[in-house]
């Protein structure tokens, strides 16, 4: 099963682990034992995130090291960068709301001022 | 009914404004239906509002409505509805200070629902009101839409519709 980075970061368990490699290169047993997933869950996972490109994986003699790839932050954050831009639109038309209902209160304060 | 949980932000996002205006007309843009129904929603969408409880634990349904021609359009050939339902629950109310509007994302296929905030602070700075937004954006009704929906590629052919 192939996800996209959006998908791959969904589950909540899946962010755990990422955490957990925040602190670089680590086993599986680092991972169960940080994260405090069950080994079976940390395994499953571990391969959806190195096939989704989260993570690498490496043998050094007996033991597999996992790490994290930079690649798929770098979407995330262009996505990030455009979720921004669509709040900020969005915080415009709120300015620009607001700015409409002073007007209205200005006046309606102006009438006021007469009565 | 599955339980919610609530996963650490990997980020937030935090936005600031600050306007010159009376701290409860800033207010009541979040918290009355007319004033609600004047800003939200993305570019060429409009808001019905069908509840509005701003206290505490409080409802919000409104209806996400496409509104522009070309909107209509852009939905209807991405195979989307033009008309979509959200539910939200005032989580935290203070007034004229402080709230917590909060959205269960429970439709994303193999993952557990969980809830997403957003947070808005205001305070009296003088003349002016400083908003502070803060978002969760990983956990956003957009994010999860995308997810659902594969949306990404569909956004990117918005993009190109309105270039």
Known sequence: ?115 | MSPVSTPHAPTKTVIERTYRAALADVWNLWTTREGFESWWGPQGFRVDVAELDARAGGTLRYEMIAATPEMVRAMTEAGQPVTHGVRSTFADVRPMTHLVLRNVIDFVPGVPPYEADITVSLSQEGERVRMVVTLAPLHSPEFSAMQKEGFESQLTKLDERFA
């Open chain 1, 1 to 115: 099963m192939q996800l996209d980075v959006f998908q791959a970061l969904a589950d909540p368990t899946r962010r755990r682990i990422v955490e957990t490699l925040l602190a670089g290169e680590q086993q599986v047993g680092d991972v169960v034992e940080k994260a405090g997933i069950h080994q079976s869950g940390v395994s499953r996972h571990l391969r959806i995130l190195h096939e989704s490109g989260f993570v690498d994986m490496r043998p050094d003699g007996q033991r597999r090291l996992y790490a994290l790839r930079p690649e798929p932050f770098h979407e995330l954050e262009q996505w990030l960068a455009r979720y921004r831009r669509l709040w900020d639109a969005r915080l415009d038309r709120f300015g620009a709301a607001l700015e409409k209902k002073q007007g209205r209160s200005i006046k309606n304060s102006r009438r006021s001022d007469r009565t």
